[in-house]
């Protein structure tokens, strides 16, 4: 079997589930050198205590990378939160500010430390933001726009990192099952009822799993080599066709 990603050092923020467990995961399966965490596969791995919301441990994380492996050949920005959903009226601006260091700074201090490394090998980087940076969410204000200025960002950084044919693209989910999604459905009166109506939310009649974003990353750094600034839907057709969503009173 080709290895898609042979000893190519890749970085996952918040590779230790969810998404970014499935990312960690395809990406040693098809050979790479990642610095967080998952078990087998055919590349390695090795993790990396960090608290993203803390710049000096963003810059460990590069460092200790670049000192075990030498290299940076391609970022996986994808540590965040998604908190309960909650009204504007409700929300502090603390909390706000809080989710935007949390959410969106943390990616673009991972990026900043680790471009000198990335300009080196012609890398690039992929961020994960979400679809509701398109369409919107319901009592969710801070957190859609952290994603949408994640998918701003990695448009921006595009252009000045072509200089260096560094590429920095971005993936938007749409429902994956991951145990974020089960805890934010546990806190709904019948979580089951939850996530079987949100399965009928995409054309495909179902929810994405971890495996299929990690293979959608896998495709941006191993094959898309002639995109940058792309934001990639990784949905299931969730934002296709029209549905009931009039919140007017009748």
């Known amino acids: 079997m080709s290895l898609r990603y042979q000893d190519k050092v890749v970085i996952v923020t918040g590779g230790s589930k969810g998404i970014g467990r499935g990312i960690v995961r395809v990406f040693v399966e098809n050979g790479a050198k990642v610095v967080f965490c998952a078990r087998g596969g055919a590349g390695s791995c090795r993790f990396v205590p960090c608290d993203v919301s803390k710049e000096d441990d963003i810059k460990r994380l590069v460092a200790v ?56 090998r012609q890398g690039n980087i992929i961020n994960v933001s979400s679809l509701v940076a398109t369409i919107g969410q319901r009592d969710a204000a801070p957190y859609v726009a952290t994603k949408g200025a994640i998918v701003s960002m990695t448009k921006a950084m595009a252009v000045d990192e072509s200089l260096h044919n560094v590429r920095v693209n971005c993936i938007s989910p749409g429902n994956v099952l991951t145990p974020l999604w089960e805890e934010l459905a546990a806190l709904t009166p019948d979580a089951a009822a939850t996530i079987k109506l949100a399965e009928t939310h995409q054309l495909l009649g179902r929810m994405g799993t971890e495996a299929e974003l990690g293979l959608a990353a896998l495709f941006l750094a191993a094959d898309a080599t002639f995109c940058t600034g792309i934001d990639l839907l990784v949905t299931g057709g969730a934002e296709l066709d029209y549905g009931v969503k009039s919140r007017v009173p009748a």
């Open 65 to 120: 990378t670049v000192e075990h492996y030498g290299a940076v050949d391609c970022l996986v920005n994808n540590a965040g939160w998604h908190p309960p959903h909650k009204p504007t009226d409700d929300t502090p601006g603390e909390e706000f500010r809080d989710l935007l260091n949390l959410n969106l700074v943390n990616y673009f201090l991972a990026s900043k430390y680790a471009l000198p490394y990335l300009r080196q």
